[in-house]
Nanobody
Framework: QVQLVESGGELVQAGGSLRLSCAAS????????MAWIRQAPGKEREFVAA????????SYADSVKGRFTISRDNAKNTVYLQMSSLKPEDTAVYYC??????????????????WGQGTQVTVFA
């Protein structure tokens, strides 16, 4: 069992930056692939970024590539999402998710086993 708690969401002006954090508790955090997934009002959940258990492999949605960076610190049981050059279309609730088999899923988001409660990011023009 893994519990995930996101933080860092704020109201920010377009062009600005934010860093989201996801603190995990429970067993074997370092064996889980981790992802950030977002959901905007009235839209389906959207894959944003993911990182392998060891941090050596990362994957990004095309819409955020070059602007967002995912990283993890297994010693602190924490995964981060550094977001820069934010756009109004980045406005969403951002969720942290964990996958117990160590696989990264860009679709089939239901494959992620554990989810946090989400943190709101609002980008205004």
């Amino acid at each position: 069992q893994v519990q995930l708690v996101e933080s860092g969401g704020e109201l920010v002006q377009a062009g600005g930056s934010l860093r989201l954090s996801c603190a995990a508790s429970g067993r074997s955090f370092s064996s889980y692939a981790m992802a950030w997934i977002r959901q905007a009002p009235g839209k389906e959940r959207e894959f944003v970024a993911a990182i392998s258990w060891g941090g050596g492999v990362t994957s990004y949605a095309d819409s955020v590539k070059g602007r967002f960076t995912i990283s993890r610190d297994n010693a602190k049981n924490t995964v981060y999402l550094q977001m820069s050059s934010l756009k109004p279309e980045d406005t969403a609730v951002y969720y942290c998710a964990a996958e117990g088999s160590g696989n990264i899923w860009k679709t089939q988001l239901s494959r992620y086993d554990y989810w946090g409660q989400g943190t709101q990011v609002t980008v205004f023009a």
